[in-house]
T-cell receptor, first 113, second 111 residues
Framework: EDQVTQSPEALRLQEGESSSLNCSYT??????LFWYRQDPGKGPEFLFT???AGEEKEKERLKATLTKKESFLHITAPKPEDSATYLCAVQVVKETSGSRLTFGEGTQLTVNP | GAGVSQSPSNKVTEKGKDVELRCDPISGHTALYWYRQSLGQGLEFLIYFQGNSAPDKSGLPSDRFSAERTGGSVSTLTIQRTQQEDSAVYLC?????????FGPGTRLTVL
């Protein structure tokens, strides 16, 4: 069974205090690993897709990396507007379910000014 | 351009009633997904539509749940005889490739 585990469940940072969120996964036939950001009362907003171990992608203060067992979302010098829940999801190769995503439970990030 | 839209944004119903949730995907997207997000839990896959193919219903939690997609566009998720454990946010997503675009969700509360 495909499993995705995110840690920590919640993280509080001071503005400018860099940190990392973890997403570990156990799947067969990984097609891609996705990071989404979700603000309260809204649907998830796409951040990154990673396809192979060693791959890295960056966007503003965020950088996502991927190994064969886990992914990290690094947040450099965060600002209060980075406060949100960050979701990790894996997409696996299945004949019948297309590109369904299996999500972790998310990390709720709070950045204090 | 317009994103994925869902209606209603909030729905409060009484236990035992039927509800219908609507999703309007991005125009031209052939794939459509329904997910459920319960308090404190991750998103849970419910059902997947791809073009004219038979839907993948493997994530539906019980036979009280059903969904259809008309004309390859709008989709309706129906929950019959709602139970309190059905209370959650129901999210719809559409895609034309690997990346899925999510709507804002419908918050369902069953009293």
């Amino acid at each position: 069974e495909d499993q995705v585990t995110q840690s920590p469940e919640a993280l509080r940072l001071q503005e400018g205090e860099s940190s990392s969120l973890n997403c570990s996964y156990t799947v067969s036939g990984l097609r891609g690993l996705f990071w989404y950001r979700q603000d309260p009362g809204k649907g998830p907003e796409f951040l990154f897709t990673l396809y192979s171990a060693g791959e890295e992608k960056e966007k503003e203060r965020l950088k996502a990396t991927l190994t064969k067992k886990e992914s990290f979302l690094h947040i450099t010098a965060p600002k209060p507007e980075d406060s949100a829940t960050y979701l990790c999801a894996v997409q696996v190769v299945k004949e019948t379910s297309g590109s369904r995503l299996t999500f972790g439970e998310g990390t709720q990030l709070t950045v204090n000014p | 351009g317009a994103g994925v839209s869902q209606s209603p944004s909030n729905k409060v119903t009484e236990k035992g009633k039927d509800v219908e949730l609507r999703c309007d995907p991005i125009s031209g997207h052939t794939a459509l997904y329904w997910y459920r997000q319960s308090l404190g839990q991750g998103l849970e896959f419910l059902i997947y539509f791809q073009g004219n193919s038979a839907p993948d219903k493997s994530g539906l939690p019980s036979d009280r749940f059903s969904a259809e997609r008309t004309g390859g566009s709008v989709s309706t998720l129906t929950i019959q005889r709602t139970q309190q454990e059905d209370s959650a946010v129901y999210l719809c997503a559409s895609s034309s490739g690997p990346r899925q675009f999510f709507g804002p969700g419908t918050r369902l509360t069953v009293l």
